[in-house]
Protein backbone atom coordinates (compact mmCIF):
# COMPACT_ATOMS: atom_id res chain seq x y z
CA UNK A 1 0.00 0.00 0.00
CA UNK A 2 1.44 3.30 -0.84
CA UNK A 3 1.14 5.96 1.71
CA UNK A 4 2.08 9.85 1.61
CA UNK A 5 2.71 12.23 4.23
CA UNK A 6 2.91 15.95 3.60
CA UNK A 7 4.58 18.45 5.79
CA UNK A 8 5.97 22.20 5.41
CA UNK A 9 2.78 24.13 4.90
CA UNK A 10 2.87 27.61 6.99
CA UNK A 11 1.76 30.71 6.73
CA UNK A 12 4.11 33.11 5.48
CA UNK A 13 3.83 36.95 3.90
CA UNK A 14 3.73 37.32 0.07
CA UNK A 15 6.99 37.18 -1.52
CA UNK A 16 8.18 34.86 0.54
CA UNK A 17 9.33 31.48 0.25
CA UNK A 18 8.58 27.66 1.91
CA UNK A 19 9.25 23.93 1.43
CA UNK A 20 7.27 21.28 0.79
CA UNK A 21 7.83 17.84 1.73
CA UNK A 22 6.27 14.39 0.85
CA UNK A 23 7.41 11.48 2.84
CA UNK A 24 6.55 8.23 0.70
CA UNK A 25 6.30 4.72 1.92
CA UNK A 26 5.49 1.50 0.38
CA UNK A 27 7.06 1.59 -3.21
CA UNK A 28 10.35 2.96 -4.68
CA UNK A 29 10.63 6.56 -5.85
CA UNK A 30 11.96 6.32 -8.86
CA UNK A 31 9.43 3.60 -10.99
CA UNK A 32 6.64 5.93 -10.86
CA UNK A 33 5.64 9.79 -11.56
CA UNK A 34 4.51 12.07 -8.89
CA UNK A 35 3.30 15.73 -8.11
CA UNK A 36 1.53 18.39 -6.39
CA UNK A 37 -1.80 19.55 -6.84
CA UNK A 38 -3.71 22.64 -4.57
CA UNK A 39 -7.08 23.10 -3.69
CA UNK A 40 -8.27 26.57 -2.42
CA UNK A 41 -11.62 27.41 -0.86
CA UNK A 42 -13.80 27.47 -3.53
CA UNK A 43 -12.39 26.51 -6.15
CA UNK A 44 -11.26 23.76 -8.20
CA UNK A 45 -8.23 20.91 -7.82
CA UNK A 46 -5.14 22.82 -9.76
CA UNK A 47 -2.31 20.72 -10.69
CA UNK A 48 0.98 22.55 -9.56
CA UNK A 49 4.09 20.73 -10.48
CA UNK A 50 5.18 16.98 -11.57
CA UNK A 51 8.06 14.55 -12.03
CA UNK A 52 8.44 11.65 -13.33
CA UNK A 53 11.92 9.53 -14.95
CA UNK A 54 13.27 9.36 -11.75
CA UNK A 55 13.32 12.74 -11.50
CA UNK A 56 14.63 13.88 -14.82
CA UNK A 57 11.56 15.13 -16.57
CA UNK A 58 9.70 18.05 -14.61
CA UNK A 59 6.72 19.75 -15.76
CA UNK A 60 4.71 22.99 -14.16
CA UNK A 61 1.35 24.75 -14.56
CA UNK A 62 1.94 28.53 -15.78
CA UNK A 63 0.77 30.27 -12.79
CA UNK A 64 3.92 28.76 -10.48
CA UNK A 65 5.80 28.42 -13.69
CA UNK A 66 9.12 30.25 -12.23
CA UNK A 67 8.64 30.37 -8.95
CA UNK A 68 8.01 26.97 -8.04
CA UNK A 69 10.49 23.82 -8.15
CA UNK A 70 9.91 19.92 -7.86
CA UNK A 71 12.03 17.71 -6.76
CA UNK A 72 13.14 14.30 -5.21
CA UNK A 73 15.44 12.58 -3.11
CA UNK A 74 15.13 8.54 -4.58
CA UNK A 75 17.50 8.08 -1.61
CA UNK A 76 15.01 9.81 1.00
CA UNK A 77 11.96 8.72 -0.85
CA UNK A 78 11.04 11.99 -0.58
CA UNK A 79 9.59 14.81 -2.73
CA UNK A 80 9.83 18.61 -2.68
CA UNK A 81 8.20 21.64 -3.74
CA UNK A 82 9.99 24.75 -2.86
CA UNK A 83 8.15 27.81 -3.68
CA UNK A 84 9.61 31.34 -3.80
CA UNK A 85 7.79 34.74 -4.10
CA UNK A 86 5.03 33.23 -2.88
CA UNK A 87 1.46 35.03 -3.68
CA UNK A 88 -1.69 35.11 -1.99
CA UNK A 89 -3.30 32.96 -4.69
CA UNK A 90 -1.38 30.84 -3.96
CA UNK A 91 -2.67 30.07 -0.52
CA UNK A 92 -4.38 26.27 -0.70
CA UNK A 93 -4.30 23.19 0.80
CA UNK A 94 -1.36 21.18 -0.90
CA UNK A 95 -1.38 17.76 -2.22
CA UNK A 96 1.20 15.04 -3.02
CA UNK A 97 -0.16 12.40 -5.73
CA UNK A 98 1.49 10.06 -6.71
CA UNK A 99 0.87 7.29 -10.12
CA UNK A 100 2.32 4.03 -11.11
CA UNK A 101 0.30 4.68 -14.78
CA UNK A 102 2.08 6.60 -17.24
CA UNK A 103 -0.48 8.28 -19.27
CA UNK A 104 -0.86 10.68 -15.87
CA UNK A 105 2.44 11.63 -16.29
CA UNK A 106 3.38 15.06 -18.52
CA UNK A 107 0.57 16.93 -17.81
CA UNK A 108 -0.45 19.30 -14.83
CA UNK A 109 -3.63 18.63 -15.50
CA UNK A 110 -3.63 15.39 -14.52
CA UNK A 111 -2.06 15.54 -11.07
CA UNK A 112 -4.97 15.31 -9.18
CA UNK A 113 -5.75 12.53 -11.09
CA UNK A 114 -3.46 10.19 -9.80
CA UNK A 115 -4.08 7.64 -7.64
CA UNK A 116 -2.60 7.88 -4.46
CA UNK A 117 -2.63 11.13 -2.61
CA UNK A 118 -1.88 12.50 0.72
CA UNK A 119 -3.95 14.57 2.92
CA UNK A 120 -2.46 17.96 2.39
CA UNK A 121 -0.70 20.65 3.99
CA UNK A 122 -2.09 24.06 4.61
CA UNK A 123 -0.25 26.97 2.64
CA UNK A 124 -1.50 30.60 3.88
CA UNK A 125 0.02 33.62 2.15
CA UNK A 126 -0.95 36.86 3.51
CA UNK A 127 -0.57 40.18 1.55
Known amino acids: QVLLVESGGGSVQAGGSLRLSCAAF????????MGWFRQAPGKEREGVAGIYGGGGSTYYADSVKGRFTISQDNAKNTLYLQMNSLKPEDTAMYYCAASFQAPVCGSTTLIPRMAYRGKGTLVTISS
Open 26 to 33: GYTYSSIC
